[in-house]
Each structure stands twice: as structure tokens, then as C-alpha cells.
């Protein structure tokens, strides 16, 4: 589900910003090797000081699992302040009816394949709905966006593709980023959402979303979906072992810490239903 | 900190007064404003259309010390509704007696951010039912923004340095795309005789019209004329 955090609720949402600085860290700075800058393993740039919208994705575990960044085409934004090089010296676009969409990114680490809840797909998805829904109803027709070529077929494979793009694909440090257009019209919106199989309102109310982030991270419940899972490898029991015995909140992150530098080891699929297994042990001990 | 009222200065208050009062007449609400703040002296420059006993009373209480509507409203990228408002002691100083001038609570505001930083303010009200209001942002929330770039643009050109600095800066696209208007094509012939979608011309002659300060296309075309930047057709 989608919150977006702006300026004016941003003091409710520290914590929740503060994840996805660090999502943007290991997506932009460790998975993709984009030249940016990373402190205290949060990456944020003096765009995100300038009040910009974060669109946010919170999945039902109240993890940060995607989010995008928006900001207004007639005052600084990265098209003509920083990636202007894409635009082969031509003047960038101004326009109140146009928004730049910038750091957009999905957690691959624990997101699976597939189109399910919990799939790369569908988070992507449900970040471009909420994205272009949000900029529709503040009257705006068209968003242009920084993205590289692997973000590029992912939308175009979703019933996303751009309808433009404006100067010409840049590499900028190990990647190539590009400016891709891209409508903000009820027939794309429809498109994404027939596409992801979303037909909900994606919007959480600000106290929605502290609830959503907050609770999970407080008194995980025994899911059903993962109540039944046993524990199989020889890795996975010793992962219930360690969640079971774990007396305190730094244990259980060390545990989980573990799976993370492990989840090489097994399936996406797997690793989700890890993820919840523990927890679910962990509450009932 | 001052409140200066642009309509007093007469060389600025027919194109400001005329935005606001259009919006007001063309889009169907009670009052509109418009305020920026100089980000030097922090002055908050604006123009209403309030009765004027209301205007005093604001600025002879201070209000534009800390009305939500100006410094909430910079806080966002998107159009605020009022509604989403705390109603803090600041909201309730300028609203309660807001109420007894008969100024609804009932407003949204467009911020508008400038190249340089800047943020101007484009405020409306209107005394309606909720279903009413929720049907009119919808229908209106484009031409909103199109209104407050207008009005922005309006006063940050009235100084001369700001002139300067706002020569419009029209890509090859957007000058080659006005020509092309002058010669008298659509839209659609445009995208074909430049081999890109109709879409993207619309994109860039939008962009264009907004750095020329245009409403319409064919005024913008004029004012290109004008400058320099493309031929007569």
C-alpha cells in the first residue's frame, strides 16, 4: 500500500523515511553502483531537502518494499540541475503541468518473482499507480523520468511503456540513465492497474500507514499463509533455533541479519516464507 | 517582516488583479489570493480579492506571520486542501475570525516553485458541500496550475533584475515546434513532420507557453515573434 510523505507530514514519518534511505542506499549505491552519496548507509541528496513528495510503498509486513521521489519541473529538479547532460544542452521542460519522477526503486531482496503480493511486479506497479494518481489529481498531465535501460523494459513489459523520451541515454558513472514521458492519463492508470491485478484504492490515510509500519514491527502475528511452513534444510532449522533462543531485539536482528547475508542460499519464495517463519516462532515462545 | 499589498503599486495590479479575478469568474469561486514571499527580506507580497475590511484585519493582526495557508503550503509539491490542516492555535487565530468576515475554511492553495527557489502561493475558497468541492478540485485543479504559474510569473517579472533573469530559456523543440505553429500546422502534423508523438509536442508547447508566460498558444507564438526567438510565418 501507498503513503505519500511531504513536507507537511514528514514529522510523522522519520522512521519510515529513514528505511527508505537506506532502501535507496542499497539499490542505487550497492545493487546498481549509481555515483551517489551514502552516509551512515542512507543515501539522500539535496533534492530531498527541497520538500519533494515520496511515494512510498509499505508492504503487509511494514517493510519500505519501493518508493519514487516527485518534484516540480518549474523549480530545481535533477533534469535541470543535475542530469541536464541527457538533454544534449537543450533548456529542460518547465511546465506546473509536468513533475519529475527521480530515485525510483523496488527491494529485490525481499521481493520475489512472480506477480504476487509480495513480487517486484506488483510493488512496481502499485508505486506507478500511486505515483500517477497522485499527480492527476493535483492536475498534472505528464511526469518525465530519470530512469536507467533495465527500469525502462521493466515498464515496458507492464503495460507502462513510455510514450517518449526526451535528448538522448547517458551513462552516468557505471549506468546509463535516460528521460523517459510518460502520460498521467486514466488509460495508463488502468492499463498498470489491469496488468498488476490492482483494482483497490492503493492510498493509506497518514494514521493507516504509521499503523501499518509500526504494528507489524511491534507484535508480528503468526501469519496463516506461513503458520503451516516447516522448516526443512538443515539452514532453515538452524534459523528457527537461533529465533526461538533470542532474548532481546538485537538478537532477533542479528538472526535476521544472518538470512540476509544467506539468502543466496534459497529462493525468493523461500526466503519470504523465512522471513515470517521466525517471527512467528519467535512470538509464540 | 511587512505585508505589501501589490494591488497599492499601480504599475503591477492589472495583470495580477485580472489572473485572480478570472479565477474567481471562470472557475467558480468565492475569493482567490495570490503571495510569495522574498526570499531575502521574507516580505510576503500578495493580492487578494477579500473584502477589503478582511485584508486589513489580517494584516493589521499580523496573520501573514504564521497563516497554515502560506507556510504549510510551501511544504508541498501537490495542491493543498485546507483540510489537511492541523487546527493548531495558528489555524484557528486566522480562521475563526476568518469565519466572521465570512471567509470559509473551505480553500485549497497551488504552491508554485520557481527556478530560483522561490514559492509562490495561488489560494482559493469557495462556500460549497463537500460533494460540491470534491467535484470542483477535480475539474478545475489543472487550470489552478496553469493560473498560479501565471500569477508567479506575473510578479516575479515586475522587477527589472528578475526580468533579466527570466528571459525565457525555449529548447530547440519547443522554438522548432512554435515555428511550426506560425506556419500554420496542427498539432498532429507537427508530430508527424518531426517524427514524435502528438503527445510529446503537446508536452513540449505547454512548456513553452508557460516560459513565454502565454495563456493561449497563439499568444504565445507572439511573444516569440516578439523576442526574437522564432520568424513570422
Given at each position: 500500500m501507498i503513503i505519500v510523505i511531504d513536507g507537511i507530514n514528514q514529522h510523522k514519518f522519520k522512521d519510515v523515511l529513514d528505511e527508505m534511505y537506506k532502501l535507496r542506499a542499497r539499490v542505487f549505491g550497492d545493487r546498481l553502483g549509481w555515483d551517489v552519496h551514502i552516509k551512515d548507509g542512507r543515501e539522500r541528496d539535496h533534492f530531498d531537502d527541497l520538500h519533494p513528495a515520496h511515494v512510498v510503498s509499505i508492504n503487509d509486513e511494514g517493510d519500505v518494499v519501493g518508493c519514487m521521489r516527485l518534484l516540480q519541473t518549474t523549480g530545481p529538479h535533477m533534469l535541470s540541475d543535475v542530469f541536464h547532460t541527457i538533454l544534449d544542452g537543450e533548456a529542460p521542460i518547465r511546465s506546473s503541468q509536468v513533475w519529475e519522477a527521480t530515485r525510483f526503486c523496488v527491494d529485490t531482496r525481499k521481493l520475489g518473482r512472480g506477480r504476487g503480493e509480495n513480487s517486484v511486479s506488483y510493488v512496481t506497479s502499485?508505486?506507478?499507480i500511486g505515483s500517477f494518481e497522485y499527480a492527476k489529481m493535483?492536475?498534472?498531465l505528464d511526469s518525465i523520468a530519470v530512469i536507467d535501460?533495465?527500469?525502462n523494459r521493466v515498464l515496458q513489459r507492464s503495460g507502462n511503456a513510455p510514450y517518449d523520451y526526451l535528448g538522448t541515454a547517458k551513462p552516468m558513472g557505471k549506468v546509463v540513465a535516460m528521460a523517459a514521458l510518460m502520460d498521467c492519463s486514466d488509460e495508463r492508470i488502468s492499463g498498470i492497474r489491469d496488468y498488476a491485478g490492482i483494482a483497490h484504492d492503493v492510498?493509506?490515510?497518514?494514521?493507516?500507514?504509521?499503523?501499518?509500519?509500526?504494528g507489524a514491527k511491534a507484535e508480528a502475528k503468526p501469519s496463516v499463509a506461513n503458520f503451516d511452513h516447516q522448516p526443512l534444510s538443515q539452514l532453515e532449522k538452524y534459523f528457527v533455533e537461533q529465533m526461538n533462543s533470542a532474548t532481546s531485539k538485537d538478537e532477533i536482528d542479528a538472526v535476521f541479519k544472518l538470512?540476509?547475508?544467506?539468502?543466496?542460499?534459497?529462493?525468493?519464495?523461500?526466503?519470504t516464507a523465512l522471513l515470517s517463519t521466525p517471527r512467528a516462532f519467535a512470538h509464540e515462545a | 517582516m511587512k505585508l505589501i499589498d501589490l494591488a497599492a503599486l499601480d504599475h503591477e495590479e492589472k495583470s495580477t488583479a485580472d489572473i485572480i479575478n478570472s479565477v474567481c469568474e471562470e472557475l467558480g469561486f468565492d475569493y482567490a489570493s495570490y503571495a510569495t514571499m522574498n526570499p531575502v527580506k521574507g516580505d510576503v507580497q500578495g493580492?487578494?480579492?477579500y473584502p477589503d475590511e478582511w485584508k486589513i484585519h489580517y494584516g493589521s493582526h499580523g496573520y501573514h506571520h504564521f497563516d497554515p495557508t502560506i507556510y504549510q503550503s510551501v511544504l508541498s509539491i501537490a495542491p493543498v486542501d485546507w483540510g489537511r490542516f492541523n487546527h493548531d492555535e495558528k489555524f484557528n487565530a486566522v480562521f475563526r475570525d476568518a469565519h466572521d468576515f465570512g471567509i470559509t475554511s473551505r480553500g485549497l492553495t497551488v504552491p508554485v516553485r520557481g527556478p530560483f527557489g522561490e514559492c509562490g502561493l495561488l489560494s482559493v475558497t469557495r462556500n460549497c458541500s463537500d460533494d460540491e468541492w470534491e467535484k470542483l478540485k477535480r475539474h478545475v485543479m489543472g487550470d489552478l496550475q496553469m493560473a498560479a504559474v501565471q500569477a508567479h510569473d506575473t510578479v516575479m517579472q515586475s522587477g527589472v533584475l528578475a526580468k533579466a533573469l527570466y528571459l525565457p530559456a525555449l529548447s530547440t523543440r519547443e522554438k522548432e515546434i512554435l515555428q511550426w505553429v506560425a506556419e500554420g500546422k496542427s498539432q498532429q502534423d507537427i508530430g508527424d513532420i518531426l517524427s514524435i508523438s502528438h503527445r510529446t509536442v503537446e508536452v513540449h508547447m505547454r512548456s513553452g507557453r508557460e516560459k513565454l508566460g502565454a495563456l493561449t498558444t497563439p499568444q504565445a507564438i507572439g511573444r516569440a515573434i516578439g523576442l526574437g526567438l522564432i520568424a513570422p510565418g
Open positions: 502499485e508505486v506507478m493535483a492536475g498534472v535501460p533495465v527500469m492510498f493509506l490515510t497518514d494514521e493507516q500507514a504509521l499503523d501499518l509500519f509500526a538470512i540476509e547475508e544467506l539468502s543466496d542460499r534459497f529462493t525468493p519464495e523461500q526466503k | 493580492y487578494a480579492n
